[in-house]
């Protein structure tokens, strides 16, 4: 028995991948704010969001536009999509859709995603995903202007069964149903970028493309693993069984950034990640991400985010006393 308890403590231990702990670093929560309900001929036009937004179409089918785009992307039922923030874009019954004083359908915003929807309706639920403001360009950054999750790949249906009970909860309206949607939206977000990882010619960059391809993925795994350790590149390639050569150079061509190059970016995410707790002692910290000493980490620190570790520290803990 107590063997096989040591062995779940030790899976548990081990169970930790990058996206999970590059969500967690960002804080990141989707949060369902509502919808659209349309019918007839209709255009929605929305501004640039500066933040990262998910729509999902539930029932009937719409067109996307976006000045990113080589043409109009049709939407149909069950497909999700994701925008970085950084675009304006269009919602619209048609591929070219008139001016909105020339619709002759009906829209409106609805924060009950089932409220008033009647047979023949399009419904799109939507919402954003709230991420620490200081890093949130660790996930933006590396997303195109768009992510298409069709209905027709195969975490679908997931897909729609995540959709199908977030409806139903919304319907029912029953004691925790507000926890409850919380927790599906956030399934719904984590599924949707799954789904982008798997997709092939999936238009990512940075650490999401490396994530994705399945010869540089494990070498993510075991930099995040175990970010202190002296990782070198011919220890990196050994582990993906690739030359040291050829590892570096599928590494930058993919990631966009040498190997040690994420090593050393990864270990100054988490400690500004660590540096919030202002009860770990600089020097515990320092050997945490992978320094022998306090002065060589707030050396390397400084270099890269421009402060030092105690100055960086003192901010967020005048930032926290304004908010207070």
Sequence with gaps: MLDRAEKLRDRSEMISDPLSQILNLLDARCILSGGL??????????????????????????WLLMDTFPAPLRLTKGDIFLVNGKHAMTL????????????SGAIRAVSDIVAHRHDGDTLIMGGHVAVD????????DVLPPAVHVASTTPQA????????????????????????????????????????????????SGWLKALGDRRLAPALQMIHADPARNWTIAELARGVGMSRTGFALRFRD?????????????????????????????????????????????????????????????????????VD
Excluded at 92 to 103: F, K, L, M, N
Excluded at 172 to 195: C, D, M, W, Y
Excluded at 291 to 301: D, K, L, M, T, W
């Design 254 to 322: 993919v990631a966009g950034m040498a190997p040690l190059a994420y090593v050393f970016n990864w270990r100054m995410r988490l400690a500004e990640c660590k540096l919030r707790d202002i009860g770990v002692p600089l020097s515990e910290l320092a050997r945490e991400v992978g320094y022998s000493s306090e002065s060589a980490f707030s050396n390397a620190f400084k270099r890269a985010t421009g402060v030092s570790p105690k100055r960086f520290r003192s901010q967020l803990s005048a930032n926290v006393a304004k």
């Design 37 to 62: 309900i349309a019918s007839g001929t209709w255009v929605r036009r929305f501004a640039r969001p500066n933040a990262l937004k998910i729509m999902a179409v539930v029932e009937g089918d719409c």
């Design 133 to 140: 403001a200081v890093r949130q360009s660790l996930l933006l």
């Design 157 to 204: 249906p997931m897909l729609d069964w995540l959709l199908d009970q977030l409806v139903r909860e919304d319907r029912v309206n029953q004691a925790g149903a507000e926890a409850t949607r919380a927790l599906l939206a956030q399934l719904l977000f984590v599924q949707s970028l799954r789904a982008t990882l798997l997709a092939e010619g999936a238009e990512t």
């Design 92 to 103: 619209a019954s048609e591929p070219a859709p008139p001016a909105p004083d020339v619709t």
